[in-house]
């Protein structure tokens, strides 16, 4: 029997959620959502008002919204039983995370800031983590060697960002205004890098974004106001 709070390895990583809620401290709801479920492998755009609750759904969905009730479950995994540490532990193996401020060490270089998922794991897994990171950086055109990223530009820093999200080989990938602050040409091909690679892999995206660009290239996109989904359809 394994032991509580313990996240399985789930067999199958799509997505469920039931009865959710977030509330702030005051009790004010942030989020509900009644019921919602999304198939694994699928591209999903989350647009919708600025405060109207969409990283407040991407923070639920790995288990990082405070003060959340319901059901929000990865395959055969429930998050919100789980502990603090076990819900840690289940991101550090099935997801990986894009932040908008990229969260980069500057005096790092480029590998070693795409790696950094390895200093949270075993040693036995740090090489392969380390391995990946380099292949990923490489198929994004990073390839500036010892070169510190305090130089880098804002698409460089962002395609850093995504190596190290990738690097563990995680199944899911929550990407937070993946193209935020970019210019059109490399917004797009930004994303076109980051959809290709989750469609090639069969990995699940799901990005939350203001940029009509990005929804158009989901399988997938709905729209949060007021801390509601308003609207949910297949991309043509």
Not at 156 to 161: D, G, M, N, P, S
Request: some cysteine; proline content about 5%; charged content about 20%.
């Amino acid at each position: 029997m394994k032991p509580r709070n313990t996240p399985s390895v789930p067999m199958s990583l799509g997505l469920t959620i039931t009865d959710l809620a977030v509330t702030a401290p005051s009790g004010r709801a942030l989020l509900t959502v009644p019921d919602f479920a999304l198939t694994l492998g699928t591209c999903l755009g989350v647009r919708g008002p600025s405060g109207a609750g969409k990283s407040t759904f991407l923070f639920a969905l790995a288990g990082l919204a405070e003060n959340a009730t319901g059901t929000v479950s990865w395959g055969a995994t429930g998050l919100l039983p789980l502990s603090a540490e076990a819900r840690a532990k289940f991101r550090r193996h099935h997801v990986g995370m894009v932040f908008q401020d990229f969260l980069l060490f500057e005096e790092l270089s480029a590998a070693a800031n795409a790696a950094l998922p390895g200093a949270y794991t075993s040693r036995a897994r740090q090489s392969g983590i380390a391995d990946t990171a380099q292949a990923v950086l490489a198929r994004l055109g990073i390839t500036h060697g010892a070169r510190t990223v305090e130089s880098f530009s804002g698409g460089e820093r962002q395609r850093v960002a995504i190596a190290r999200a990738l690097a563990a080989n995680p199944e899911i990938i929550l990407a937070d205004e993946p193209t935020a602050s970019l210019d059109r040409k490399t917004a797009d091909a930004l994303i076109d890098d980051l959809v290709t690679l989750a469609r090639d892999e069969g990995k699940t995206l799901i990005a939350v974004s203001h940029d009509p660009a990005v929804h158009s290239r989901m399988d997938r996109v709905i729209e949060i106001v007021d801390g509601r989904i308003v609207s949910d359809g297949l991309v043509s």
